[in-house]
């Protein structure tokens, strides 16, 4: 059956129901330029999405050496041929007029257009004469979630081999950092437990702080069609926003934010309580139960009621479904992350898995989600604050096995200290101490906090900044040389979505003018620096990206994210493969965990975990005394209240979040036409009972406030828990009159303009969703809504406050399934 359906209006398509323990039914979603017919395309090539972290294969269609088009790919794993709005529509940036296609230097205060020769030169000599002068620890790398895992990994040597510095971490840093310690902390290493097939089998799905509608709305497809077949799944929904999951919630808590911990500590408390523990699981695969019981003891759903402001009896009903759930499947995203006590708050929903034996079986798992397309990249190659390989810094034995690996001195690869973390470089080259910052496909001077900080950094005479991007971002327009790199269609290179699946994305039409891929970028500054082994020979020894995997794997091979099964051939033409693969299970591994728990031993584990209250490392001779037998660990953690509260100046809480249709910084996103007319500006939520209150209507222009800056938006009025305002971080200046900042013509937008400098203890993930702010009316609507979609968490409360969210027939997108279902837009089954 074939459909057409506006993928703006509708974002996830029609739906093939089907029952649970059954394969999801395949439907290939197809999109083609105006005026191309499939019979007009040359050559369909494969890849999958670079515009979130689900992994959804497609295949690029190519016609006169340009991108028309993309299909889902039916036989692959992860979307069984279904593509959500950004991977329709956000091709079409990769065509835009002002991609970046030259180098550029600075020069008389302005950047000028080079060659390449000069610009690299320009670079090299720098880093030169700082490792002359001050040493490796001047020079500081801040890389992505968007490249590819060929170019992480070069990237990684080239800085912490060639250079010698400890001072390289991606902007994952503020997405997944905290995923990424929970799952050490839990268990003593990376590597996602579940499996996206584990939607197909759960009786319980349970989304922590996780808008899986807008984030990965594919896998939110999967469990619309569940709940539409038969032995529909219960879900449970904790998030102070009314979110499409939350009102298709069994149970919906809307907690005050940055009180995670003391929900999860009273879901924990229930549990106990109530006897639906695995007594089995617990004594031969945990240790640290008896001081969890002990911890949440007190932590009743009355005690909980007062903190969270959600009434108990309802914690205890979401308790009770968590607790008799015969398959528990958790997600976890960024209301957990990049809250107040992250790491805490996600290590107490592994505990929840682990008091009740709910891992390694079909259904029964925990999602510790990514942000990014390509973050688990970042964190297995050594990109984001660890060592490749989920190799463990403070031990000796497995620096020299890396040092192995790379011919080099055990004692020149940094590990005196914690790699560095990208909110401690930041405040290093505020101090001084880097002079050098290289920043690689991402956007600071807006999605960090406190905004008027980092371009302050970023504009400091003394500090040397390299930014290598597709377009002139407003990072980019502060640095002191722009490299411009090739995208995600215009290179070959591999990536890793957030369960595990291993893609191919080859390339399908030339780079722009002289854009270079970023492997290719590294090689060359890897080159002209003369980095050698410690026999003299190149330090590098690959020269493309096939090179670059292969030797990948022989970094990867015996450790947790083990490719050593993999090859760019078996990856072509059929689905995705999870790591890990290797000789022993060459189709991938579906569930971690199914025999027990097997990289939390003492001489194995890639972390011995930090102190969930300070973020203090634990000392090898703390974790063998606690862990000896490499089980997972309960750890229990204190409710603490959040460091900025609410005050009589600054009355509401302000939360940060995404939007379904954009990603990030609006780089790629906001030069697709659909995508940006579906949500073109930013603009600020505020409950009903508020906006009465402060006598406020939809659409009025609204200043927010808090004690470090201020933004203005529209206002959308929405069934947001009171006392909180919601505004997107993705607005930033590229597309205002100022181009670059706010200014007397262009007033403040982004919203990091007002998020706070605090992070995590443990993860370091910066706390975007816990400060306090002020609203005050900058003037009144006059009729005019707030730029907001209606078509999602966004919608306006009232209905006909604001005009339908719609794309109308350059959004339609062909559907294609084998059997007939019912569809979002009145078709029958």
């Given amino acids: 059956m074939e459909t057409s359906v506006d993928r703006i209006a509708q974002p996830w398509g029609g739906r093939t129901p089907y029952d649970r323990g059954e394969a999801w039914p395949p439907r290939v979603d197809t999109y083609l330029a105006e005026g191309v017919e499939s019979g007009d395309v040359e050559r369909w090539v494969q890849a999958a999405s670079i515009l979130h972290s689900d992994g959804d294969a497609m295949d690029i269609a190519v016609k006169g050496g340009r991108m028309v088009g993309v299909r889902g790919r039916k036989v692959d794993r992860v979307n069984r041929g279904r593509l959500g709005?950004?991977?329709?529509f956000g091709w079409q940036a990769n065509a835009s007029p002002d991609r970046l296609t030259r180098p550029l230097i600075r020069r008389g205060g302005g950047l000028v257009e080079t060659d390449w020769d000069s610009a690299m030169e320009l670079v090299v000599a720098r880093s030169r004469d700082l490792l002359e002068e001050r040493g490796a620890g001047a020079i500081g790398f801040y890389t992505s979630g968007q490249l590819f895992l060929e170019e992480y990994y070069t990237l990684a040597v080239a800085a912490r081999a060639g250079i010698g510095t400890n001072h390289l971490d991606g902007n994952t840093r503020l997405c997944t950092s905290t995923a990424a310690e929970a799952l050490k902390e839990s268990f003593g290493?990376?590597?996602?437990?579940?499996?996206?097939?584990?939607?197909?089998?759960?009786?319980?799905?349970a989304l922590f702080g996780h808008n899986l509608a807008e984030t990965q709305p594919v896998q939110w497809m999967r469990v619309l069609d569940r709940l539409d077949g038969g032995d529909p799944p219960r879900l449970v929904c904790v998030d102070p926003r009314p979110t499409k999951v939350a009102r298709a919630a069994t149970v919906h808590l809307a907690p005050r934010v940055g009180t995670n911990v003391a929900l999860l500590n009273a879901f924990l408390h229930e549990i106990i309580r109530t006897g639906r523990i695995d007594h089995g699981y617990i004594e031969a695969h945990t240790v640290g139960f008896d001081e969890l019981a002990k911890m949440v003891e007190g932590c009743t759903p009355e005690w909980a009621s007062r903190i969270c402001d959600v009434p108990a009896a309802q914690i205890a009903q979401a308790a009770e479904v968590l607790g008799t759930a015969d398959r528990l499947l958790s997600t976890v995203l960024q209301g957990v992350y990049q809250s107040h006590q992250a790491t805490a708050a996600a290590v107490q929903i592994n505990n929840v898995h682990l008091v009740r034996g709910m891992l390694g079986r079909p259904g029964a798992g925990v999602l510790q989600m990514n942000g990014q397309p390509t973050a688990q990249n970042t964190r297995e190659c050594g990109a984001n604050g660890d060592l490749p390989g989920f190799r463990n810094w403070q031990n000796d034995q497995h620096v020299a096995d890396l040092a192995k690996v790379w011919n080099v001195d055990p004692t020149t690869i940094p590990h005196y200290a914690p790699p560095t973390h990208a909110m401690q470089m930041f405040r290093y080259a505020e101090q001084g101490s880097i002079r050098m910052l290289w920043v690689s496909g991402t956007n600071p001077a807006v999605s960090l906090p406190e905004l008027s900080r980092i371009r302050s950094i970023l504009s400091q005479d003394r500090l040397f900044v390299v930014v290598q991007d597709l377009f002139l971002t407003e990072t980019a327009q502060l640095a002191d040389v722009v490299?411009?790199?090739?995208?995600?269609?215009?290179?070959?290179?591999?990536?890793?979505?957030?369960?595990?699946?291993?893609?191919?994305?080859?390339?399908?039409?030339?780079?722009?003018g002289e854009a270079r891929p970023d492997l290719d970028i590294f090689l060359d500054y890897a080159q002209r620096m003369d980095f050698t082994d410690k026999d003299g020979a190149p330090l590098i020894t690959w020269h493309d990206p096939e090179s670059a995997f292969e030797a990948w794997k022989r970094c990867s091979a015996g450790r947790p994210c083990d490719y050593t099964g993999l090859t760019y051939g078996k990856l072509r033409g059929g689905s995705g493969i999870q790591w890990p693969c290797t000789k022993h299970v060459p189709e991938g591994t579906g569930r971690l965990y199914t025999q027990g728990i097997t990289w939390a031993d003492p001489d194995a584990c890639e972390s011995y975990g930090k102190d969930l209250l300070t973020g203090a490392s634990v000392p090898a001779v703390e974790y063998r005394s606690f862990n000896p037998a490499g089980k997972a660990m309960l750890k229990a953690a204190e409710y603490l209240p959040p460091h900025e509260e609410p005050s009589e100046d600054y009355p509401f809480q302000l939360t940060t979040g995404r939007t379904l249709y954009h990603l990030h910084t609006r780089t790629k996103t906001g030069r697709s036409p659909q995508l940006n007319a579906a949500a073109p500006d930013v603009w600020v939520e505020i409950s009903s009972s508020d906006a009465t209150a402060h006598g406020l209507d939809e659409g009025d222009l609204v200043q927010v406030t808090s004690p470090r800056g201020a933004l203005r938006g529209r206002l959308r009025i929405t069934a947001i828990r009171p006392g909180l305002l919601f505004v997107p971080f993705h607005y930033g200046y590229w597309d205002t009159a100022s181009g670059s900042a706010p200014d007397d013509e262009t007033p403040p937008r982004a919203a990091n303009e007002t998020t706070i400098t605090d992070w995590d203890p443990a993860s370091k993930q910066p706390l975007f969703k816990t400060a306090a702010a002020a609203l005050t009316l900058v003037e009144k609507s006059a009729g005019r809504p707030a730029p907001a979609p209606t078509t999602t968490a966004s919608a306006p409360s009232r209905k006909g406050a604001a005009r339908p969210t719609e794309g109308g027939a350059s959004a339609r997108v062909r559907e294609t399934t084998e059997t007939p279902g019912t569809d979002t837009i009145g078709g029958a089954r």
């Fill in 85 to 88: 709005p950004k991977d329709v």
């Fill in 189 to 205: 290493c990376d590597g996602q437990p579940g499996s996206y097939d584990d939607i197909d089998h759960a009786d319980v799905i």
């Fill in 483 to 512: 490299l411009p790199a090739a995208t995600w269609g215009e290179k070959t290179g591999t990536f890793t979505n957030a369960d595990r699946t291993v893609h191919l994305s080859d390339k399908a039409v030339d780079p722009p």
